[in-house]
């Protein structure tokens, strides 16, 4: 909006009457004066405030031509009984019966009508639509006679070639008007800054804004309205809320019941979205209504990035699939696959023995997924006992329990939201938890211990086992419905000594890492001999204790058990289920050495595969 006066002056000596009481500002540009044209007058209100007027004056007939044309304020320039009688005495100059043709509106004493002349008849018009009419009506008992009127009624009596004179508007009459015409500049500008200084209050709040009035119709729709809905304002803006969003329907009942609420639930579509309403009053009397809301996903997002920041958790992946060394061929045609489940947003078990990188595949995962600006949220499900476990994944309110921490506490599945939680060691929890975690898991959303309000959620689940969940399943150790949850997608890490091509350039990448100084020895042909041969029960996490220890030692160090630990004794007696764990350790040792599947050596010992992995996990 611009901050200049339009003026649609009737005729050239008002245009020039204008210049001369404001020269600095007809020069300026401030005002923008057009002369009145009969044949464009419909339009000329309309170019002015296309030039930048912000206020147009005209003249009665004109005014009423323009008003339906413009959306800027439009001032009547009103006639004065001194400009009447003026023009009156102007008429008289003609001898003949004067016809004065003047807007209903303007009021005057008629007493003194009889000093200027016997011979004057009025008439009045309502609106410019009526003018041409009036006049018709005016000239059709006696042509003869002089007509006193505005600019609109002179150029009829021009036309048809009819005495007129020009009911001028006097240098008071114009100063008064422009001067009304200036305070109401004043006033605009003063209402445009607060109107921009109240939509960007609402533009840059974080609550999306939604008002109507007590016909239902939208007034307000702020800029985080739509971009949470998705719906623009043009569309919105004067129509009726139920009709453009009627999931919003309840609010027309609400405005009819003058009911208000808060923090209410509400689901649109996908989306879920916490809302208040209040009512708005004016003079004791209800106008409309507010509704503010906000995205609860956005909400959650907020919580955690506050959490992150203030508990500094470092809830980070750090590991990518560039940082897994490999050769094997068995390995790159695991990480393939990996890598295009890794793109998807499925669950996954991995599988594999202690040590061979089951978290470190887990993280490369997630940092290739969409997810990888979001939270990775790993526990080990066995390093915890049942109860504390199911506080940790689930969190807890204050006074939850004896010792819960003082204003409760957000579980792991919450950290996770937007991201990925790691459940390490899945094959470990119970029963009664693996039946809460399917809960969570189905619903999409979890409640924390001592709540009674529901929190939604979107975490991506990546399991790990050292044990075969489907031979649990057997035993029915494990939940078949959880399973099929867990496991869309499963990848199985082998162990080293299935892969004993990546052993040395794992074990060189270890020595890198861990050497201080460049003169160091390095390995001969009979020391990778001896790595290559070792059984690495321990997986790459025992490689790498042993090029630890390289570095310091220079000496290749490799832990084999030896019979003396078969006879521990505490305090003169034997450890009868000790000794039985080293028996059965040392046994399924030799039968792995020996190149036996694990299906081959549970069948040998008459165990099942699932008693193996657990006989394997120090192994």
Not at 40 to 63: F, M, P
Not at 256 to 266: A, N, P, S, V, W
Not at 556 to 561: E, H, N, S, V, Y
Not at 583 to 606: H, P, V, W
Request: hydrophobic share 40%; net charge negative.
């Amino acid at each position: 909006m611009g901050n200049k006066l339009g003026i649609i002056a009737t005729d050239v000596e008002m245009k020039k009457a204008i210049e001369k009481l404001y020269p600095d500002e007809t020069q300026s540009g401030k005002f923008i004066i057009e002369i009145l044209d009969q044949e464009q007058i419909d339009e000329q209100g309309k170019w002015l405030e296309n030039k930048g007027a912000s206020v147009i004056i005209g003249r009665s007939g004109t005014y009423d031509r323009s008003v339906e044309n413009v959306s800027v304020p439009l001032l009547r320039l009103r006639v004065t009984t001194a400009d009447i009688f003026n023009a009156l005495i102007e008429g008289t100059k003609f001898k003949k019966k004067i016809n004065l043709i003047i807007w209903e509106g303007i009021f005057f004493d008629k007493s003194w009508l009889k000093m200027i002349s016997d011979e004057v008849e009025i008439y009045s018009f309502k609106n410019g639509g009526d003018i041409e009419k009036i006049y018709i009506e005016a000239i059709s008992g006696d042509s003869d006679c002089v007509i006193v009127g505005g600019g609109v009624v002179c150029s009829f009596a021009r036309r048809d070639d009819i005495s007129s004179v020009f009911l001028n508007a006097s240098d008071e009459s114009i100063i008064e008007i422009i001067n009304h015409a200036e305070e109401v500049l004043v006033n605009l500008k003063n209402a445009q800054y607060q109107h921009e200084l109240l939509s960007k209050m609402l533009d840059n709040v974080r609550d999306a804004v939604i008002a109507i009035d007590e016909n239902e119709e939208v007034q307000l729709f702020n800029e985080r309205a739509q971009n949470i809905l998705k719906v623009g304002m043009v569309r919105i803006i004067g129509k009726k809320l139920s009709e453009v969003l009627p999931y919003f329907s309840f609010l027309k009942d609400d405005l009819m019941l003058h009911k208000e609420t808060k923090d209410e639930l509400l689901r649109i579509r996908s989306l879920v979205i916490t809302y208040s309403t209040s009512l708005i009053w004016e003079d004791h009397k209800i106008k409309g209504i507010l509704l503010t809301f906000q995205d609860t996903t956005r909400l959650q997002m907020l919580e955690q990035k506050i959490r992150r920041e203030l508990n500094k958790k470092g809830l980070v992946a750090k590991y990518n699939f560039k940082d897994i060394v490999y050769v094997d061929e068995t390995m790159s045609e695991i990480i393939r696959k990996a890598k295009m489940i890794g793109r998807s947003e499925s669950a996954v078990v991995i599988y594999g023995e202690s040590g061979t990188g089951k978290e470190l595949m887990a993280q490369s995962i997630h940092n290739i997924s969409d997810r990888n600006k979001a939270p990775f949220v790993a526990i080990n499900c066995a390093a915890l006992s049942e109860s504390l476990l199911e506080s940790e994944l689930f969190g807890y309110e204050e006074g939850a329990f004896t010792g819960a921490r003082k204003g409760g506490k957000p579980g792991l599945f919450e950290l996770a939201h937007g991201g990925t939680i790691f459940l390490d060691e899945i094959n470990s929890i119970s029963k009664g938890l693996q039946g809460k975690l399917l809960r969570v898991i189905e619903e999409k959303e979890v409640m924390r211990l001592g709540s009674d309000y529901i929190i939604p959620l979107n975490v991506r689940i990546i399991s790990a086992s050292n044990e075969d969940l489907k031979a649990m399943i057997q035993e029915k150790t494990f939940r078949s419905d959880l399973f099929y949850r867990l496991n869309s997608f499963e990848i199985i890490i082998p162990p080293l000594r299935e892969r004993r091509t990546d052993i040395e350039p794992l074990f060189r990448f270890f020595l890198k890492e861990f050497q201080l100084d460049e003169k160091i020895k390095w390995p001969s042909k009979e020391d990778f001999d001896k790595l290559i041969l070792h059984d690495w029960l321990g997986n790459v996490r025992e490689l790498r204790n042993v090029a630890e220890r390289y570095v310091l030692f220079n000496e290749i160090d490799l832990f084999q058990p030896n019979e003396s630990q078969l006879t521990k004794v505490y305090d003169d007696t034997i450890d009868l289920k000790e000794i039985y764990n080293l028996i059965d350790e040392r046994i399924i040792s030799q039968l792995i050495r020996s190149g036996l599947t694990k299906n081959e050596i549970a069948k040998k010992l008459g165990i099942s595969r699932a008693t193996l992995w657990n006989k394997t996990k120090n192994v």
